[in-house]
């Protein structure tokens, strides 16, 4: 699939698509789901996730390398048109929700932290228009809004270390206590948090000099995956096990325990930065679903994008209280873990069982010398 060079990023930028989707709305509250199954050794379940998403960009890399296309290429290749087609559709569903349950969870972030009575509508139009703006410049500006999206708040990171003069680091101990089952299940929690990076299935074209564009993925999933790691073991040492497993936003009361001689309130500032955190994460997730409805409908992808924010203008409102908030977050993970612990792996075995009946097939028609 050739994508024209003046709508290409260098394949450094890999590191920033890759780092921006998985650090987003879920550093808020991940610590409290993973604690809850692994205890006291999170920070291995958070590593051991690590690992397994490594493998499976890996995998992903074999797909796109193997093939040259996106992920509806891909399923066109292997299914055929019209069930790749309704694959395709499915992915892009996904993608769709995920950029809403992220949007939703933001949004109530600020409802109960900075603006208890504005409406959701206001901040859905809001960020709706934004995004629309951002997303209207092409794959290029949504690259630059990760770059920032990155740079930017990288100083909030220094600041959430300011806990651990009030940390407690026997709570970490003993190490490796935990039940091998227990930590596998805080390891099946830890890898809801690094969900984002499967849309490299999509933006993979878009690459300069794609295939030396692994090495940069990589970087930017192992730097996620450090940051996830130091921000575990500050939570863990500054809450109790008790303590964590009732808190629903451990990081953002991290943050209400910060004060400078100029600012009382921090986690108001805290927030305020997280959407430039948060808006990348958005905005990539539109850009690729927009992107997918593009070559599966063959429609302009800007129509695709407004679409896809009204809709979300007239359903976000909707989903009003915690719980519904939580469903939906749990439904979208869910949904999540199965496309990329089963469905990658299926259609990389798809791919391989393909090419290798593909090159016995061309060896059979050889001329012998």
Not at 92 to 110: C, D, H
């Amino acid at each position: 699939m050739d994508v024209k060079e003046q709508f290409q990023v260098p394949a450094v930028m890999a590191f920033f698509l890759i780092h921006a989707m998985q650090v987003g709305i879920g550093v808020l509250g991940y610590q409290r789901v993973i604690a809850k199954a692994s205890g006291h050794d999170s920070w291995i379940a958070v590593i051991l996730a690590g690992l397994t998403i490594s493998g499976l960009i890996w995998l992903i890399y074999y797909l796109l390398k193997s093939t040259d296309t996106d992920i509806v290429g891909i399923h066109r290749c292997l299914f055929g048109r019209w069930i790749g087609g309704l694959c395709s559709l499915v992915f892009i569903l996904y993608l769709f929700i995920l950029g809403m349950v992220v949007l939703r969870t933001y949004i109530e972030i600020v409802q109960v932290w900075v603006f208890e009575d504005l409406p959701t509508w206001v901040l859905t139009i809001l960020a709706a228009y934004f995004l629309y703006y951002v997303i209207s410049g092409g794959f290029r500006t949504v690259t630059g809004l990760c770059v920032a999206g990155v740079f930017i708040p990288s100083v909030l990171f220094f600041i959430l270390l300011m806990p651990l003069q009030y940390g407690t680091f026997i709570n970490l101990l003993p190490v490796l206590d935990t039940q091998v089952k227990n930590l596998f299940l805080g390891a099946r929690e830890a890898t809801l948090s690094f969900l984002g990076f499967e849309m490299l299935l999509l933006f993979y074209p878009f690459l300069k000099e794609a295939r030396s564009s692994q090495k940069w993925a990589h970087l930017g999933h192992w730097t996620s995956v450090f940051v996830y790691t130091v921000l575990m073991v500050v939570t863990l040492a500054f809450f109790s096990e008790d303590q964590l497993r009732i808190t629903i936003w451990p990081t953002l009361s991290l943050f209400k325990i910060i004060e400078f001689p100029f600012i009382e309130r921090f986690e108001y500032l805290g927030i305020s930065l997280w959407f430039i955190i948060v808006v990348p994460n958005i905005a990539l997730t539109f850009w690729a679903a927009s992107r997918g409805m593009k070559q599966v409908f063959s429609m302009k992808q800007r129509n695709a994008v407004m679409a896809l924010l009204i809709i979300t203008v007239f359903v976000l409102p909707f989903i009003e209280n915690r719980e519904n908030i939580e469903w939906f977050n749990t439904l979208v993970s869910k949904i999540g873990f199965w496309i990329v612990l089963a469905y990658i792996p299926f259609l990389s075995l798809c791919q391989f069982v393909r090419c290798f009946f593909r090159n016995r097939k061309d060896r059979s028609h050889e001329k012998p010398n």
